[in-house]
C-alpha cells in the first residue's frame, strides 16, 4: 500500500467511524461507507489539509471511491 | 383534558453520567465542582465550573455508549449530552421496542438555552485565521439548538412533534411543561422532553463573567455555589443534559409502565422587567408558581418539596419571598433546596435535571440538600433549607421552579399517582 493509500484510509476511518478493513481501494464513500454529502465535503477538506493540495469542487464532484481520492492526491500533490 | 405522567428519565450531571450516580452523589453531598479541565482558563475571571466527567472518571460519562462516533464528531456537546440522555429516558421506559403506529404517536421537545456556543467560538476563529472555505459543513446542524430533538428522531425513528425550546434557563421547565399539553391536547401520546447545555468554553465563561453572573471563588471552587448563604458571589456554569418520557396515563397503566409521577400543573409567566435581573418584587416567579398550582388542584399545603431556582446570586432571595407568599403558613412544613448548589447551573439543562431530581425525592422520600449554607440570609429564617446533609421525609407533591434571561418563568408540579 502506498504511503498516500495509508493516510487516505486513516482520514476515512476517523471521519466515517467505519471498521479500517471497509476501507478498501474500491470501496465508494456513499455506497460503501455510509457517507452523506456533507461528508464528502468534509473529506475532501480533510485530504487538502493532509496532503497541501487544492481539491477545487468539480474535482471533488469526481471522488467517488477511496481510489479515486488517493488518484487524484498522487497526481496533484506537490 | 389527558392525563400526563412521568415514566422514563435520563441524565448526564457533573455527578454522574447516569440517572442512579447522579442521584446517589447528590444524596452523599458531592459537589461537581472543580478547576475548568476544558480549556486553559487561566485568564479567566472565573476558572471553575461544574463540568461532566470524562469517561474513566469515578462518576463520568461515555459519550460511545448511546451516540455513534459520527455524530460525536460533527455536533457541539450539548446535542451528545441531550442524544445519550433521552436514550437512556427510553430504555428507562422500556419503549426501545415501539411500533411503526406508536413512533408516529411520539415526538420530541428538547431544547437548550444556548446551543452550540463552543463550536461557534471555534469555527468563528478558523473563519477569520483560515477563511470561508475552511469552515465545516456540519457547523450549522451541527450547533443548532433543535438539533437534539432532530438527532434523536433519526436515531429512534420518533415521528411525532419535533420540537424546541429556547427560554434561557427556564427551557428544561418548559420543554416539560408544554410537552405534557401536546400530550394532553392528543398532539401525541408519548413525548421525550428536557434540556442541555454545554457552554464551557472560553468565551461562554467570560460572557458570563462579564455579565456578573459567575461565582469567582476560584480558590475553593466546591464551596463556590453556595445559594442563600450570605457569602455567595454568583453561580458556578454546569452542563449535562436531563430528559423524561411523558406519557398518557391510561396507555402508561394499560402497559404496566413504571409510573414515577404526574405532571399536575404547569405555570409560566413573564417579568416584563429587566434582561438578566428578576423583578425585585418576585410577581413573575409568584404568577408562575400560583398558575401552576391552580392548574394541579393541589393546595401549598400537598406540596412538599420546592427544587428552586436558587442559583447562588442575589436572585435566590426574591424566589424565596415569592415562595412564602404563596405558601403562607404552610412554609414551615414543606422543604426547599437548591441542587445547583452540587452540580452548578446546567442553564437550559436546569429545569429538566432539576425536574427529574424532584422526582426522585418523590420515588425515595428523600430531600436533596443544599450545599455550603452555612450562612443564611436572615430572610430564610423559618424556611427548612436543607442545608448540608439529605433528609428523609414525606414528599407527595413537588414544584421546581426555573427563571431565565428575559424575565421568563416556569413552574412544574408534580405529583405521586
Redesign the interface.
Known amino acids: 500500500m502506498s504511503e498516500t493509500a495509508d493516510r487516505v484510509k486513516k482520514i476515512v476511518v476517523e471521519?466515517?467511524?467505519v471498521e479500517a478493513d471497509k476501507v478498501t481501494e474500491e470501496a465508494a464513500f456513499i455506497d460503501d461507507l455510509g457517507a452523506d454529502s456533507?461528508?464528502i465535503?468534509?473529506l475532501v477538506?480533510a485530504f487538502e489539509e493532509e496532503f497541501s493540495v487544492e481539491i477545487p469542487d468539480d474535482a471533488a464532484e469526481k471522488i467517488a471511491t477511496v481510489k479515486d481520492a488517493i488518484d487524484f492526491i498522487d497526481n496533484n500533490k506537490g | 383534558m389527558r392525563r400526563v405522567v412521568v415514566t422514563g428519565l435520563g441524565l448526564v450531571t457533573p455527578l454522574g453520567g447516569d440517572v442512579e450516580t447522579s442521584w446517589k452523589n447528590i444524596l452523599a453531598s458531592k459537589s461537581g465542582a472543580g478547576q475548568i479541565t476544558k480549556f486553559d482558563a487561566s485568564d479567566q475571571k472565573a476558572t471553575i465550573a461544574c463540568e461532566v466527567k470524562p469517561p474513566e472518571h469515578e462518576y463520568g460519562f461515555d459519550p460511545n455508549l448511546r451516540v455513534?462516533?459520527?455524530v460525536q464528531?460533527q455536533v457541539d456537546p450539548f446535542i451528545v449530552y441531550g442524544i445519550d440522555a433521552a436514550g437512556q429516558a427510553l430504555e428507562d421506559a422500556g419503549l426501545m421496542d415501539m411500533t411503526d403506529e406508536e413512533k408516529l404517536r411520539t415526538g420530541c421537545s428538547i431544547g437548550s438555552g444556548i446551543g452550540g456556543l463552543p463550536g461557534i467560538e471555534k469555527e468563528s476563529l478558523v473563519l477569520a485565521e483560515r477563511g470561508p472555505?475552511?469552515v465545516?459543513?456540519?457547523f450549522v446542524h451541527g450547533r443548532l439548538i433543535n438539533l437534539i430533538s432532530g438527532q434523536v428522531s433519526i436515531k429512534y425513528g420518533l415521528m411525532g412533534p419535533n420540537h424546541a425550546v429556547v427560554t434561557a434557563c427556564s427551557t428544561g421547565a418548559h420543554s416539560i411543561g408544554d410537552a405534557a399539553r401536546m400530550i394532553a391536547l392528543d398532539d401525541a401520546d408519548i413525548m421525550l422532553a428536557g434540556g442541555a447545555e454545554a457552554t464551557i468554553c472560553p468565551i461562554g465563561i467570560a460572557g458570563f463573567a462579564q455579565a456578573k453572573a459567575l461565582s469567582t471563588r476560584n480558590d475553593d471552587p466546591e464551596a463556590a455555589s453556595r445559594p442563600y448563604d450570605k457569602n455567595r458571589d454568583g453561580f458556578v456554569m454546569g452542563e449535562g443534559a436531563g430528559v423524561v418520557v411523558l406519557e398518557e396515563y391510561e396507555r402508561a397503566k394499560a402497559r404496566g409502565a413504571t409510573i414515577y409521577a404526574e405532571v399536575a400543573g404547569y405555570g409560566l409567566s413573564g417579568d416584563a422587567h429587566h434582561v438578566t435581573a428578576p423583578h425585585p418584587d418576585g410577581v413573575g416567579a409568584y404568577r408562575s408558581m400560583e398558575m401552576a398550582l391552580n392548574r394541579s388542584g393541589l393546595s401549598t399545603a400537598d406540596i412538599d418539596y420546592v427544587n428552586a431556582h436558587g442559583t447562588s446570586t442575589m436572585a435566590d432571595v426574591l424566589e424565596l419571598a415569592a415562595v412564602r407568599r404563596l405558601f403562607g403558613d404552610d412554609i414551615a412544613t414543606m422543604s426547599m433546596s437548591s441542587t445547583k448548589s452540587a452540580i452548578g447551573h446546567l442553564l437550559g439543562g436546569a429545569g429538566a435535571v432539576e425536574a427529574i431530581f424532584s422526582i426522585l425525592a418523590m420515588r425515595d422520600q428523600t430531600v436533596p440538600p443544599t450545599l455550603n449554607l452555612d450562612d443564611p440570609e436572615d430572610s430564610c429564617e423559618g424556611v427548612d433549607l436543607v442545608p448540608h446533609v439529605a433528609k428523609q421525609r414525606e414528599v407527595r407533591a413537588v414544584l421546581s421552579n426555573s427563571f431565565g434571561f428575559g424575565g421568563t418563568n416556569a413552574s412544574v408540579i408534580m405529583k405521586a399517582v
Open positions: 471521519h466515517l467511524g456533507l461528508d465535503v468534509e477538506m | 455513534d462516533h459520527k464528531r472555505g475552511r465545516s459543513p456540519h
